[in-house]
């Protein structure tokens, strides 16, 4: 038997779906920490229990736990040549300089993908690091080691961001 995290509470079970815009490009871990992150915060400011005044915030929502058992992904699933060859029979001839700035167009965005997981593995170490700070004795030669090449890594990608991307948005 195991002694419960905060007795005298009740603990429930739910199954929550969410479909958010691909714009917002978030990871299924990313997504997880924002939902718990807004539950508490929506608790602290009395949203998430409407009315309920007793007792107060600190005394309501004691854990939320949230994991990914799902994922989909729609619009850029087929090749590039595979949707190019669909478009070409569906609306007739698309004209070669139009026809290679979308070749280039879908490159890129495949490129950007691929770098956005890169860029997401990278905040998954520099996290998962961080939190192993938060006990001293656990930290390691290498992990510190570790830690300035990642860190060294995310200045780089924040330096190219600033000076490449952030101008032409």
Not at 11 to 33: D, R
């Amino acid at each position: 038997m195991t002694r419960m995290s905060f007795p005298d509470t009740h603990q429930f079970g739910f199954e929550l779906e969410l479909e958010i815009s691909s714009i917002l490009t978030l990871s299924a871990g990313e997504l997880c920490v924002l939902v718990v992150n807004a539950l508490f915060a929506m608790d602290e400011q009395g949203l998430l229990f409407p009315g309920v005044t007793t007792p107060d915030a600190d005394n309501r929502l004691k854990s939320a736990k949230m994991g990914a058992i799902g994922y989909a992904r729609t619009g850029i699933a087929a090749p590039v040549g595979e949707r190019y060859r669909r478009l070409i029979l569906r609306k007739g001839r698309v004209p070669k300089s139009s026809r290679q700035l979308g070749e280039r167009l879908e490159e890129a965005v495949s490129t950007m993908m691929t770098n956005l997981l890169h860029q997401r593995m990278l905040l998954a170490k520099l996290m998962g690091l961080a939190d192993k700070c938060a006990e001293p004795s656990a930290i390691t030669d290498a992990d510190r080691t570790k830690a300035e090449a990642l860190l060294a890594a995310a200045a780089a990608v924040a330096e190219v961001v600033d000076t490449s991307v952030q101008p032409t948005l």
